[in-house]
């Protein structure tokens, strides 16, 4: 239990490692994060990680720390609950738990829109997608879309072999479709196989989505992003995680950016 409580925290800090433009402050977390999630030492607070960590943890290191670990001492079975709503993540689930709601009477509390569309179908998003519906969801929208198998590709969960998942992954790399384009063809596309129930975000290169598949089907969340660079978006869609992480921290050490988009030069 302790040393999945330290993986955690590694593994934290060294997403965090990714969100720092200063090339030695990423560095510094990503070490941390490194040494954190490989010792067997527990880290308990930021403080006695500046003891057991000397050269590592400094007082910013140990003020995310500490910010972690409190979350993570928050982590009732009401809290983790709330957490699986959309648009709820840590910090809203504990502002909501703080509030004194939980998922006995969370349809009394104000929400934002995205929040209120994954309460309205939070019972259908706690259902398993079988592995053979994640594949016919994703090619009625290939279908749709008009594209190759190589310009949309499935990817998350599904991609890694895994039999069920919670959402459908796809990632488009295609300068010739746009989001709002997908949602327009796929409202249009009829009532017969997939409905379109609800667009819970619609940026320019991603949007997420709620349908339902062979008629009146249990809503299924469905997350869609645009790549305009096949070799970095597949990085970025696939994984691992600490791979792309290290890619943009030892680019911004050579003055360069690296993100899903490309490579540019800062």
Sequence with gaps: MENNSNRALGRHLITLSETKEIP????A??????????????????ESAKKLFPGLVGPSLSTAIDAFLTVRRRDTPELLSLMQLVGVGPVEAERL????YTMANI??????????????????????????????IYNYIVGRLGLTRNECVLVGGFRRGNQTGNNINIAVFS????????????????????RLLDVITLGP???????????????????????????YGLAHATGPKELNIL??????ENGMKVNEYGRTQR
Excluded: C
């Excluded at 977390?29 to 930021?46: F, H, K, P, Q, W």
């Excluded at 738990?97 to 004194?100: I, L």
């Excluded at 309205?120 to 016919?136: A, G, K, T």
């Excluded at 890619?247 to 911004?252: L, S, T």
């Design 24 to 27: 030695e402050k990423s560095r």
């Design 29 to 46: 977390y990503l070490a941390a994060g490194r040494a954190i999630r490989r010792s067997g030492d527990v880290v308990r607070t930021g």
């Design 97 to 100: 738990y703080d509030s004194g």
């Design 107 to 136: 349809d009394r509390a104000p929400m934002t829109r995205e929040q209120e569309i994954g309460r309205r179908h939070r019972e259908d998003f706690r259902l398993s997608i079988p592995r053979h519906v994640s594949l016919e």
């Design 175 to 194: 300068r010739n479709v746009s989001t709002q384009g997908i949602v327009d063809l796929l409202r249009g596309g009829g009532r017969r196989r997939l």
């Design 205 to 231: 290169q991603s949007t997420r989505l709620v349908v339902s598949w062979d008629g009146d089907g249990p809503a299924r969340q469905v997350d869609i992003r645009i790549y305009p660079n096949r070799f």
């Design 247 to 252: 890619q943009r921290v030892e680019a911004r």
